[in-house]
């Protein structure tokens, strides 16, 4: 597997060596040992899976607090997403920017995102699945949202308008609107 990274140097796009003839193919999602040797230094310890229906549904953007925040490694196994890390560590230099990806269950690639990130996609076709590992456990007490079209984050969604979204997310508010006590400082 490469191990890329992207524009935020701890985002990384992972894309698999795909292995194949005229049975099938075989790829490697995971392998802690190459993850080591890139920095990628975390325990995964919970995987997940969401289905989305329709075009146009966006998650996010989400991320947990400290000390409940998470990495995650991202693909999209069915379909494809626009998959986005932005970085919310108030002294980063490049706090607010972020990055995005197309994953499809065609390119195989992977999106790790690690903590101090928010995380969101938005679906680019119908019957979407997204599998996704977390380094650390859901509380939900400490589950927060970002608005996805938050203009001090700018981000350039291939989808944005008649988007789908949860409750949750129709009701989030914009980084500066938020509580900073739930937005990274030093405590990562």
Known sequence: MDIISTKLKEVKVIVPKV???D?????ETYNHQKFIDQDINCDFIQDNHSFSKEIGTLR???FQKA?????????????????VAVDIRKNSPTYL????VELTEENKKQLFIPRGFAHGFVTLSEDVEVQYKVDNVYSPENDR???WNDSNINIDWPINENVILS???KNAKSIIDTDNNFIYGEQI
């Open 19 to 21: 292995f194949g003839d």
């Open 23 to 27: 049975r099938g193919w075989f790829m």
């Open 60 to 62: 996010g953007l989400h």
């Open 67 to 83: 000390p409940f925040a998470q990495a995650k490694l991202v693909r999209c196994t069915k379909g494809k997403i626009f998959d």
């Open 97 to 100: 920017e972020w990055v995005g």
């Open 145 to 147: 949202s970002i608005i």
């Open 167 to 169: 409750e949750k997310d």
